[in-house]
C-alpha cells in the first residue's frame, strides 16, 4: 500500500507507533514525507547489497529531509547477511570519491547501525 494512506491513523493516534517496511519501495518520496510529518512514523531502511543505487539514493534523501534518525536499520535476512548489508550502507560514499554527487555523513550512517532502536520506539528490554 501507499505510504500516504497512513497518514490519519498517524495523525490520529499519535503514541502509536508506525515503521513502514522497506521504506515503502516503490513510493520512497511517500514514506519520507511521512517520516519529515509525523513524529511517531518511522520506516525500516531494509538493505540490499546487490542495490547500493537504489539504498544510496534512499539515505540521501532521508538526510536532505532530515529524517536520519527515523530510519531503522534491516538486513532482509535470508536474503542478505547483517555482515554484508552493514558493508553497504557504511561503504557506498567510497563509491561517490571522485564524483561530484552529494555524500552523506558517515556518523549519521553509523546511526542507523547502531542506535537503540528499542529505545526509539519506547520498547522496554525484558
Not at 20 to 30: E, L, R, T, Y
Request: glycine share 8%; net charge neutral.
Amino acid at each position: 500500500a501507499q505510504p500516504y494512506l497512513l497518514d490519519e491513523v498517524a495523525r490520529k493516534f499519535g503514541s502509536l507507533k508506525i515503521i513502514i517496511g522497506s521504506m515503502g519501495v516503490p513510493f520512497v518520496p511517500q514514506t519520507i514525507c511521512m517520516l519529515a510529518k509525523h513524529e511517531n512514523v518511522y520506516a525500516d531502511l531494509t538493505i540490499s547489497p546487490e542495490k547500493v543505487w537504489q539504498i544510496y539514493n534512499i539515505v540521501v534523501s532521508a538526510h536532505e529531509a532530515g529524517v536520519m534518525d527515523k530510519l531503522l536499520f534491516g538486513s532482509g535476512y535470508p536474503l542478505a547477511r547483517a555482515d554484508n548489508c552493514i558493508e553497504t550502507l557504511l561503504g557506498f560514499n567510497k563509491l561517490l570519491a571522485d564524483t561530484n554527487l552529494p555524500t552523506v555523513p558517515r556518523e549519521q550512517i553509523r546511526g542507523i547501525i547502531e542506535r537503540d532502536t528499542l529505545a526509539l520506539l519506547g520498547i522496554s528490554r525484558p
